[in-house]
């Protein structure tokens, strides 16, 4: 009769949100150091901090984890998993690892706008794609962050002009296959690189440059290792934010609107000190004074459209087939959409 009372006992614990028990600690984890006057993931950890702790009255204890202090990408996210650690600011690269369709949300020049960036990803289609993250990979998406803004492409050797100044240049890529494919479509050859061992890679002349928003090459100071920047702003990757399924599942109703509140807001702040960056003497001028910077022409721009959008559908088609045209079609309708309702 004893033990089974005991059995019941800890059944009912286990049956309990986490919040019944006092103060809950969420540990969360981002790559970068935690200054968030300078850093998109650290304004987008101190604004979760203060909204989750300020507004659970305490209940809730946020820690954070900057500068991969819990490992590299996909070993933070394995964490997230077990539950070791509980949330995780992730870049797609990482996501990629468990879900492979995050290809999709890469193809090129397929994002207009910030505008329409937001709209994609705030809407419908970032609703189904964070369920479908959910149900394929595990974890529970809080929201798409902005890991910096639109992509540029640097490197040490010469000038990018045209496509045919990338044939034979070793380009660092996030492990994302889709990104591999356009850089191999350009004639560049790609290598995965962790973003930890960028700066030395790039040093070392292990890769000849890379592909990163300005923000990104501010913040690691890549113009010390690169000479030359060429703004083709034509990848749009998301951070995607997760936090471990079941710690928050255990959570309060009340609870749960407390830290989906206090993400859309932290999202929101990253994507203003984004644009703050890039719209100040802390981004494009001062990098200009660092690097060779150039601003293809549209027809330039044409160019590597040209080479890139069709590379990026063969591929898409041929690695996810029937599930890879259902994603592209719900991309680019959402992408329609926003455009239409912004009257682009």
Do not use: C
């Amino acid at each position: 009769m004893k033990k089974v009372v005991v059995a019941w006992f800890i059944f009912l614990l286990l049956s309990f949100p986490a919040s019944v028990f006092g103060e809950i600690t969420l540990k969360l984890a981002h790559l970068n150091p935690q200054a968030p006057y300078e850093v998109v993931s650290a304004a987008m950890a101190a604004v979760f901090k203060s909204e989750v702790e300020s507004r659970s009255n305490g209940q809730v204890k946020v820690e954070i984890y900057p500068d991969g202090e819990v490992g590299k990408e996909v070993e933070t996210l394995i964490q997230v998993k077990s539950g070791k650690v509980q949330s995780f600011i992730s870049t797609s690269g990482a996501i990629a690892q468990f879900y492979p369709l995050i290809d999709i949300t890469n193809i090129p020049f397929s994002i207009s706008s910030y505008n329409v960036a937001y709209n994609v990803y705030d809407e419908q289609f970032g609703k189904e794609l964070a369920a479908d993250i959910e149900e394929k990979a595990g974890f529970h998406v809080l929201g798409f962050g902005e890991s910096g803004g639109f992509f540029a492409i640097t490197n040490s050797k010469r000038p990018i002009r045209s496509p045919g100044d990338l044939k034979g240049l070793k380009l660092r890529t996030m492990p994302i296959p889709l990104h591999q494919e356009i850089v191999r479509a350009l004639g560049a050859t790609p290598i995965s690189i962790a973003w930890s061992e960028l700066y030395t890679s790039l040093l070392a002349g292990v890769v000849d440059g890379q592909m990163n928003p300005v923000s990104i090459i501010v913040m690691d100071r890549l113009y010390e290792v690169q000479r030359y920047l060429t703004l083709i702003d034509f990848i749009y990757s998301p951070y995607v934010w997760v936090i471990n399924q079941e710690f928050y599942n255990s959570l309060s109703k009340e609870l749960k609107i407390v830290v989906d509140d206090a993400a859309k807001i932290a999202i929101l702040a990253g994507r203003g000190l984004s644009r703050i960056i890039d719209s100040t003497e802390r981004g494009l001028p001062m990098v200009s004074m660092k690097m060779q910077v150039y601003v293809p022409s549209k027809t330039a721009i044409k160019q590597f459209q040209d080479i890139t959008v069709p590379a990026a559908k063969k591929f898409l088609l041929t690695q996810y087939k029937e599930e890879g045209r259902i994603w592209m079609d719900k991309f680019f309708a959402a992408i329609d959409k926003a455009e239409k309702e912004l009257g682009y």
